[in-house]
Every structure is written in structure tokens, then in C-alpha cells.
């Protein structure tokens, strides 16, 4: 929620104080407004498996959750975990923040001078060397004089996007184990600094989203493009092999009139008396976001429709089933509703329409669904909690 006056709530795991809620109760199934936050405006959250950050419109960084791996970059704290926001008071001391992101074992900040700001990160270099303190902030090497416009981070990489659309990522571990091509440098090894991605050198990249081994990258001409982990078809190839390069993904053609429940959007698109709005067909073929999870992938196209693929287990592709999708497929539960915004979890995913309801689907163990229960689910639900709410 964007406006000055914002309400934060929050839901699912809660075993360490992740959500910021003042206690540790294990698991919130139904979402609880985090009050602390109510006295003042928060412009981007972002959240992994064990911690939340959220960044206000000053650059002040708050954070909340596990403190191991040194990732909430609070220094002197001994406690395993907070369940309160606090903030991290030596991020002044480097500039002001303009974007947030983390994961797992870190949590990275961009600044206003273009530099990164890292916390924790233990897994991104060689452990033959010496660790810092990983409480404390350190500027992310190799990137002197770039400046960056995006962020993103999986458990085991990270990547940054300039201002010219060059990719560069970092990260991997020392072993396979960790490092499944999800750098997209021909190789399954660890990079310590960050590198540009040359194979995407003739694109010009305008938004990356890491999962947790695998990269999609999306460029000014809507095309996709993933790297590394193929196990479960999150690269949307085809088959289950790792991609150690980035390769272009096409989304399937929607042929107009074709019996589909998307067609009524067809109808609403063509109707539409604005000159410049290309056909139903052009605009559905367009991909205009995407959102790496764990072990599955989300595409969104121009007309509204989702795509999905890979890990599928938990029902987390929404396609009403529990297999693996080796290809992006077409969600079709959202008959003439456009959906407008998309977030991949680890095991869960999150759309918003364009009328500002929200649907999620997986894996439900938590309460991550925000639907007052535990029971997973395959299709995507609607989270009535929030009906008639500004989100």
C-alpha cells in the first residue's frame, strides 16, 4: 500500500517473529495489522523464510525475524530471532536506501550513490577466507561507477540490473549443491563479485527476479529469458536440465477465439476505444512481469493472463493439480478478470486483479494463504479478508 496513511498486515510463518508481530506464535492463518508499523508510511516490503525488511520513503530500513547469518545487520544483538521491527541504524552511516530485497541468508540495499549495501551473505563467497562480521554492512564489490536501477536475490545468488539494461550476478557457493547455473556465466561455480552477464549483452534488461536456483530476466522487448535450475521445469525449457546460460523462453500464442475462459478479456480489449491498444492476441503474447519462487516461475502478459511453471507439489502453479510444469502454462481459473500484479513465494503464489483483489494458491502450512485456515491449495483462492480494501 503506497499511500501516506498505510496499514501493513501480515500472515503465515511466525516461528520467529518473521512477520514483526510482537510475539512468535507459530503460525497466523488469518492476516493480523502489524501495529507498530501504523504511525508511519512504508514504501516496499519484501520477506524470505525467515525474516521481513521493509524500507520507509525517508530510506530508513526496518526489520524484524531470525537473526542468523547475520542478515538483519543489527549489531550487538545476541537474541536467535526479534519479533518486533527494528531499525538498522548503520545503513545512515552509508546513504539513503531506494530498494529493498532479500532471502533466506541475506538482505541487500540499494543506495542513492548506485553502491549495494549487503548483510549477511555467508553462502555468496569462498569459506577458505576469512568471513567479516556479517552484522556489519559491506558495499558489494565490482560495481564501482554503474549505476544500478534494480535488485533481486535467491538463497544462494543475487542480481542487479543498470541503469544501460546489463545484468550482472554474483553468488552461487562453492559447490554444486549450491550453484545450479542460476548466474548465468556458462558455469556451475561460485562468483564472488558481481559479473556482467554476457550472453544477455544484445538485450537491454529492464527487471530480474532470482528464485532460489534459478534466474528470469525480462528485457525492454518482452522477452524472457531463464538460467539455472531445470529439476522441476522452473526454467520453462521443457525438459528438467540446468541452464548454465540464459535462454529465451516463449510464451504459448493465445489464438483468438479459441474456446478459453480468458476470451471474455478478448472481447473487453477489443471493445476498447483507445486507438494505441493493440489486439487481445498481440497483448496476451507480451509479458510485461515476472516473479521467481522457490522452485516455480510466474509470467504476466499485457492482457492480464498468468502463466506458470515448475515445482507444482503443493499447488502452487494454480492449475488445480499438483504436477511439475516443464513449460509456462496458462492459468485459467480467472475467467474475464485481468490480473495486474504477481509474487512468487517458496512455496506459494500471490496475484492481485486490477480491481485490487487478491487470489493465492500452495502450499498453506503456516497460513501464508491469508485465508483463515491451513489447507493448501491447488487453484487459486480469493483472500476475502481484504474485499472492499485500498491494497
Same mark, same amino acid.
Given at each position: 500500500?503506497?499511500?501516506?496513511?498505510?496499514?501493513? =498486515?501480515?500472515c503465515?510463518?511466525?516461528?520467529?517473529g518473521?512477520? &514483526?508481530?510482537?510475539?512468535?506464535? &507459530?503460525?497466523?492463518n488469518?492476516?493480523?495489522n502489524?501495529?507498530? $508499523?501504523?504511525?508511519?508510511?512504508? #514504501?516496499?516490503?519484501?520477506?524470505s523464510?525467515a525474516?521481513?525488511?521493509?524500507?520507509?520513503?525517508?530510506?530508513e530500513?526496518?526489520?524484524?525475524?531470525s537473526?542468523?547469518?547475520?542478515?538483519?545487520?543489527?549489531? &550487538?544483538?545476541?537474541?536467535?530471532?526479534?519479533?518486533? =521491527?527494528?531499525?538498522?541504524?548503520?545503513?545512515?552511516?552509508?546513504?539513503?536506501?531506494?530498494?529493498?530485497c532479500?532471502?533466506?541468508?541475506?538482505?541487500?540495499?540499494?543506495?542513492?550513490?548506485?553502491?549495494?549495501?549487503?548483510?549477511?551473505?555467508?553462502?555468496?563467497?569462498?569459506?577458505?577466507?576469512?568471513?567479516?562480521? $556479517? +552484522?556489519? *554492512?559491506e558495499?558489494?564489490?565490482?560495481?564501482?561507477?554503474?549505476?544500478?536501477t534494480?535488485?533481486?536475490?535467491g538463497?544462494?545468488?543475487?542480481?542487479?540490473?543498470?541503469?544501460?539494461?546489463?545484468?550482472?550476478?554474483?553468488?552461487?557457493?562453492?559447490?554444486?549443491?549450491?550453484?545450479?547455473?542460476q548466474?548465468?556465466?556458462?558455469?556451475?561455480?561460485?562468483?564472488?563479485?558481481?559479473?556482467?552477464?554476457?550472453?544477455?549483452?544484445?538485450?537491454? @534488461?529492464? #527487471?530480474?527476479?532470482?528464485?532460489?536456483?534459478?534466474?528470469?530476466?525480462?528485457?525492454?522487448?518482452?522477452?524472457?529469458?531463464? =538460467?539455472?535450475? &531445470?529439476?522441476?521445469?522452473?526454467?520453462?525449457?521443457?525438459?528438467?536440465?540446468?541452464?548454465?546460460?540464459?535462454?529465451?523462453?516463449?510464451?504459448?500464442?493465445?489464438?483468438a477465439?479459441?474456446?478459453?475462459?480468458?476470451?471474455?478479456?478478448?472481447?473487453?480489449?477489443?471493445?476498447?476505444?483507445?486507438?494505441? $491498444?493493440?489486439?487481445?492476441?498481440?497483448?496476451?503474447?507480451?509479458?510485461?512481469? @515476472?516473479?521467481a519462487g522457490?522452485?516455480?516461475?510466474?509470467?504476466?502478459?499485457?492482457?492480464?493472463?498468468?502463466?506458470?511453471?515448475g515445482? *507444482?507439489?503443493? *499447488?502452487q502453479?494454480?492449475?488445480?493439480?499438483?504436477d +511439475?510444469?516443464?513449460?509456462?502454462? $496458462?492459468?485459467?481459473?480467472?475467467?474475464?478478470?485481468?490480473?495486474?500484479?504477481?509474487?512468487?513465494?517458496?512455496?506459494?503464489? @500471490?496475484?492481485?486483479?486490477?480491481?485490487?483483489?487478491?487470489?493465492s494458491?500452495?502450499? +498453506?502450512?503456516?497460513?501464508?494463504?491469508?485465508?483463515? +485456515?491451513? #489447507?493448501?491449495?491447488?487453484?487459486?483462492q480469493? @483472500?476475502?479478508?481484504?474485499?472492499?480494501?485500498?491494497?
Amino acid at each position: 500500500m503506497i499511500d501516506d496513511k498505510a496499514f501493513i =498486515f501480515a500472515c503465515g510463518k511466525n516461528a520467529e517473529g518473521d512477520l &514483526g508481530l510482537g510475539n512468535s506464535d &507459530g503460525k497466523v492463518n488469518l492476516p493480523k495489522n502489524v501495529a507498530q $508499523l501504523n504511525d508511519f508510511p512504508v #514504501k516496499q516490503i519484501a520477506g524470505s523464510n525467515a525474516h521481513s525488511v521493509l524500507m520507509t520513503p525517508s530510506g530508513e530500513v526496518h526489520v524484524s525475524g531470525s537473526t542468523l547469518h547475520g542478515k538483519l545487520g543489527l549489531e &550487538g544483538i545476541e537474541k536467535k530471532s526479534l519479533n518486533k =521491527f527494528h531499525v538498522i541504524t548503520q545503513v545512515a552511516e552509508y546513504g539513503k536506501v531506494i530498494q529493498v530485497c532479500c532471502s533466506d541468508y541475506q538482505t541487500l540495499c540499494l543506495l542513492a550513490d548506485n553502491s549495494i549495501l549487503s548483510f549477511g551473505g555467508a553462502n555468496m563467497k569462498d569459506k577458505s577466507n576469512v568471513l567479516p562480521d $556479517l +552484522n556489519t *554492512g559491506e558495499i558489494v564489490a565490482g560495481l564501482d561507477g554503474i549505476e544500478i536501477t534494480q535488485i533481486s536475490c535467491g538463497d544462494y545468488h543475487a542480481a542487479a540490473v543498470d541503469v544501460d539494461g546489463n545484468l550482472y550476478t554474483w553468488g552461487g557457493g562453492k559447490t554444486k549443491q549450491y550453484n545450479k547455473g542460476q548466474c548465468g556465466h556458462g558455469k556451475d561455480q561460485l562468483q564472488e563479485t558481481p559479473k556482467r552477464v554476457e550472453a544477455l549483452a544484445h538485450k537491454r @534488461i529492464e #527487471k530480474v527476479s532470482c528464485g532460489a536456483f534459478h534466474t528470469l530476466a525480462l528485457s525492454d522487448d518482452q522477452e524472457l529469458f531463464t =538460467f539455472g535450475s &531445470g529439476v522441476y521445469g522452473e526454467c520453462g525449457t521443457g525438459d528438467n536440465s540446468n541452464l548454465l546460460v540464459p535462454k529465451k523462453i516463449d510464451i504459448p500464442k493465445h489464438k483468438a477465439g479459441a474456446s478459453h475462459k480468458n476470451d471474455k478479456l478478448m472481447k473487453e480489449l477489443l471493445n476498447e476505444k483507445d486507438n494505441k $491498444l493493440k489486439t487481445f492476441t498481440e497483448e496476451a503474447s507480451k509479458i510485461i512481469d @515476472i516473479s521467481a519462487g522457490g522452485k516455480h516461475s510466474m509470467v504476466l502478459t499485457g492482457a492480464g493472463l498468468l502463466y506458470t511453471f515448475g515445482f *507444482g507439489d503443493q *499447488g502452487q502453479l494454480g492449475h488445480r493439480d499438483t504436477d +511439475n510444469q516443464k513449460k509456462p502454462k $496458462l492459468v485459467d481459473d480467472f475467467d474475464g478478470v485481468r490480473i495486474q500484479c504477481i509474487s512468487a513465494g517458496s512455496y506459494h503464489s @500471490i496475484v492481485m486483479t486490477a480491481k485490487g483483489d487478491l487470489y493465492s494458491c500452495g502450499l +498453506n502450512k503456516d497460513g501464508q494463504l491469508a485465508l483463515a +485456515n491451513f #489447507k493448501s491449495r491447488t487453484g487459486f483462492q480469493h @483472500i476475502t479478508c481484504f474485499a472492499g480494501l485500498n491494497v
